[in-house]
């Protein structure tokens, strides 16, 4: 069974630019997450997907946000990108359907942003 | 204000002998704790988890025990071996149906061989 698979692995962007990151859950899996993980702040939760609706947003501003397609597939975006976005982006997948559940983590996305 | 604490930025433990990781949290919301393992370049891996219905749960080398009264989980890992090498984070739901975890800042273990 593949696992969680982020595009791309790598990332350089400009300041004020803007980005999108791709995430393929587990096959099954309907809920997907995203969180940001940086040396200071380490791992916060982004926001949750679960068939295609966002259940749960963390404490971002709007220039996060993502989508969730009906393969369960999803995708952030940030825009206007600051240097303080630089980090390592991580998807995580669930089956999640009536309790909360262990989530599988995909090798994320490390975003620089120059 | 950091809702789950791991208070050990790192930890060293010889080879064979007991790895003890712990977490504190202050939200007395959280009913549900994770374990993860990281190595660089990786993602996070699932390690166990407890709810806070039980007290103690057991995965062959890996066991977490909850105290949910001092609001504290320990990770033990026994016995400890060179692989188990990684940075472990501790993580924290109190929503039943969101994937809504808060993490600890980790802590870093190295197994001496």
């Known amino acids: 069974k593949a696992g969680v698979t982020q595009t791309p692995r790598y990332l350089i962007k400009t300041r004020g630019q803007q980005v999108t990151l791709s995430c393929s859950p587990i096959?099954?899996?309907?809920?997907v997450s995203w969180y940001q993980q940086t040396p200071g702040q380490g791992l916060q939760f982004l926001f949750e997907?679960?068939?295609?609706?966002?259940?749960n947003k963390g404490n971002f501003p709007g220039r996060f946000s993502g989508r969730q397609f009906s393969n369960s597939r999803s995708e952030m975006n940030v825009s206007t990108l600051e240097l303080g976005d630089s980090a390592l982006y991580l998807c995580?997948?669930?089956?999640?359907?009536?309790?909360?559940?262990?989530?599988?983590f995909g090798q994320g996305t490390r975003l620089t942003v120059v | 204000d950091q809702q789950v604490k791991q208070n050990s930025p790192s930890l060293s433990v010889q080879e064979g002998r007991i790895s003890i990781l712990n977490c504190d949290y202050t939200?007395?919301?959280?009913?549900?704790f994770l374990w993860y393992k990281k190595y660089p370049a990786e993602g996070p891996t699932f390690l166990i988890s407890?709810?806070?219905?039980?007290d103690k749960n057991e995965d062959g080398r890996f066991t977490v025990f909850l105290n949910k009264s001092a609001k504290h989980l320990s990770l033990h890992i026994v016995p400890s071996q060179p692989g188990d090498s990684a940075v472990y984070f501790c993580?924290?739901?109190?929503?039943?149906?969101?994937?809504?975890?808060?993490f600890g800042p980790g802590t870093r273990l190295s197994v001496l061989p």
């Open positions: 995580a997948s669930s089956t999640q359907v009536a309790q909360v559940t262990e989530a599988f």
């Open positions: 096959s099954g899996h309907r809920s």
């Open positions: 997907y679960f068939s295609e609706t966002q259940r």
């Open positions: 939200n007395s919301m959280f009913d549900y």
């Open positions: 407890i709810s806070s219905i039980k």
């Open positions: 993580a924290a739901s109190g929503d039943n149906y969101g994937q809504n975890f808060v």
